[in-house]
């Protein structure tokens, strides 16, 4: 896949792509990130690529020739299907967006700065705006970052072992389950016998169902779809809780 990231701070994006997964994902000719920098295509000498809003007010507005002509100037590389501009307005990222962004062949990620973008860029140039989250940054940057890694996640050969990723939060609707490391007691807290007894299925089933324990707790809202092993191991939990709630043995 390829994403291109257009922004007129290259510097804040270049390190971050370059390191971890990111870097050898690159490397390995799975991913291709190209940074372009907006305001080599300002029109002007000064290289202009902002102006004050029209009818007045705070701060500076990007301009629209710029990033029309950077994002034009991507057309022989990038079939431009997917052009998004980084916004606080925009669909608010999921892992359901994450999955349909990594469909495609490509991706074009726009990154805002100052008061925002010449309204004509999301009109007339892009798919859509993705938002991050409801809060504001200063910049584009760090939310077009958020796409990459989250988007570069779901291709193949990213991740080294794709079960990782078909356990992590979210890729199969629920929250991930807890993890443990060595050593095995730690100040008197023990990590759970089951993960330590070499019984697989055991663990699959203790996993999966703290996945649904946790889930209740803190994202009940995701619990709309699940099978019929799920809805058993619910039941099991439900059954576990109100027991502890009334201080009986479950
Ligand atoms: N005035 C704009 C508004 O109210 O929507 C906010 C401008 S913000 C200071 C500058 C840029 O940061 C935006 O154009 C956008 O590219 C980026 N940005 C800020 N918060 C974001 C978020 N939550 N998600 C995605 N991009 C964001």
Redesign the pocket.
């Known amino acids: 896949m390829r994403i291109d990231i257009l922004t007129l701070f290259p510097e804040i994006v270049e390190a971050p792509l370059r390191a971890s997964l990111l870097g050898k994902a690159q490397e390995a000719g799975r991913l291709e990130i190209v940074v372009t920098n907006i305001r080599d295509f300002a029109l002007d000498r000064h290289k202009t690529a902002d102006d004050a809003p029209f009818g007045g007010g705070a701060?500076m507005v990007?301009k629209c020739e710029p990033l029309f002509a950077a994002v034009e100037s991507l057309r022989d590389r990038n079939s431009l299907s997917q052009v998004y501009?980084?916004?606080?307005?925009?669909r608010r990222l999921d892992q359901s967006i994450v999955r349909e962004l990594a469909q495609g062949p490509d991706l074009a990620l726009?990154?805002?700065?100052?008061?925002?973008?010449d309204e004509r860029v999301s009109q007339h140039l892009c798919a859509g705006e993705?938002?991050?989250?409801?809060?504001?940054?200063?910049?584009?940057e760090l939310?077009a970052l958020v796409v990459v890694e989250a988007v570069s996640r779901m291709l193949p050969g990213v991740v080294g072992d794709w079960e990782s990723v078909e356990t992590d939060s979210f890729y199969d609707g629920v929250l991930g389950p807890p993890q443990y490391t060595r050593p095995r007691e730690f100040r008197g807290y023990a990590a759970p016998q089951v993960l330590l007894d070499g019984d697989h299925a055991a663990i699959e089933r203790w996993r999966r169902k703290e996945a649904l324990r946790l889930t209740r707790r803190r994202r009940p809202d995701l619990l709309n779809n699940l099978d019929k092993d799920d809805r058993v191991l619910l039941a099991e939990i439900e059954r576990e809780e109100d027991a502890e709630r009334k201080g009986e043995q479950p």
Do not use: N
């Open positions: 701060g990007m501009l980084m916004s606080p307005r925009g726009i990154c805002g700065r100052y008061e925002g973008v993705l938002s991050i989250g409801d809060y504001v940054l200063s910049g584009g939310p």
